[in-house]
């Protein structure tokens, strides 16, 4: 506790009598004043712990809030600051000097001198730019307990490269928040140090800690029994499939250091706990800003749960050879798509189909060049049934396997027979090829970004088993964004840029398709595995919601 030198003069005059205090008064009085100059101290110095709460937004101030003011970094100025902007947590860098002192700096040397091989005083000669005296750990867990009820301290401990130091920092730590009682401020400690953490966690069972390093897959954090990851946001959009195994495993995510507006609208579309950042005014703004889809109505789903034929009034059937040079010829047969036991079914058959508008071997289109197709599957679309502008799209459903094979979610606008492809434009919200079994591709073609051109905007992402087991894969799209995400994670983003039609001919109605290709540019550029059919594509639903006008 930090105790000014006139309050601790007036405790000891009280405790053994002195000339400032009146011989007569007795010891239950002085008893009394203390009990009252110790209640002032808590009451005015100290926010309760029980009333600390840490602010709903996902902001940590990185370093404290320094960047606005003009404050040092790992200040008690920035830290201030980060409590007067009412960020969820204030992240600071923890080391411990020669003679065992925690302090709070960042960098392993300061004013030229190694912290570790210098002590306390040695360093605290050198002020701070602000002329604030270099913090140790306690002046600052004391500066986070004052006048606090909404912002948690973050606490990263550096690791160090000598023997045992790393055991010790941490137990310091632990001792030090247990003596100031300081338990319920420190909402995290971070640590680049595997065992830092496991220290931590072994010490204060209770203690919340987050891994910095962004090289343990979250399944990995889960089992060593830590709170979650704080990964370099770079680690997130590589690797956009740990965002959904963090959230499935109940892990804590967090990223560093979200500076981009861009970056931080990313993370907050992902839903992550905590955005460390230089700029928390930004981040604050951008999340007050943010608004969730959750509250979209359902405007048109199918749920499949009926027999036979695809309901008529949703889907209806594109027949034949359609495009891309595909091989397989699309049916409206039941055999290539039908509704049993609560899904729909897409099944592709190796089998021989007549081409009903075959011409001769000689004509120059494909379409009518083919006696015959080897393949048969089937595409449904709402087009002229149902069609939607500014929509999130959810298809829960598990991909047909094999070489050679390429299905689909995607969609295309409304005025394609006027102005065809790709200026209608076309948003793909799935795509997958079997040569490809990890990935899905979520993509935008329009008449200035197409894959005829190369400048297609697309973007894979990683994916665990599409085969076996249901995903859901989805699009948001507001006049803003186009989002792709794979099981709730959203992986690519494209924004309006606010150009011409050429680049965004979403402010129209789009309709909706679902097919299995075989062959064709995509799909067949590693020629088709036979052994793959007949196959199945099962979708267990769709779902469309819009915003509320
Ligand atoms: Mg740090």
Redesign the pocket.
Known sequence: MHVSASVFFLLISIIYGSSVVPQNFTSSMRYAILSIVFLALYSCDTSDPDQIQFADNPVIA??GAWKTQGHPQNSIASLREAIALQCAGS?F?VRMTADDVLIVT?DKDYADLLVEESSYAELAQYLLPNDEVLPTLEDYILAGMKDNSTTGLVC?IKPSATAGRNEEMAAAVIALVERLGAEKYMSYYISFSHKILMEIERLSPTARTLYLDGSIAPERLKIAGLTGLDYHIAKYRKKPHWIYEAKSQDLVLNAWTVNDTADIDWLLKNDFDLITTDEPELARERAARYQTTDDWPLVWADEFDYEGAPDPEKWGYETGFIRNQEDQYYTDSLRNSRVEDGHLILETHRERMINAAYKNDNVKSWKQNRSHAEYTAASLTTKDLAEWQYARIDIKAKLPAGRGLWPAFWMLGANWKEVGWPKCGEIDIMEHVGYEPDNIFGTIHTESYNHMRGTQKGKDIFINNPYDSFHVYSLIWTPETMDFLLDDVVYNSIPNEHLTEAEWPFDQKFHLKINVAVGGMLGGREGIDDSAFPNQMIIDYVRVYQAEL
């Open positions: 990185h370093r992240e860098d960042h990263e």
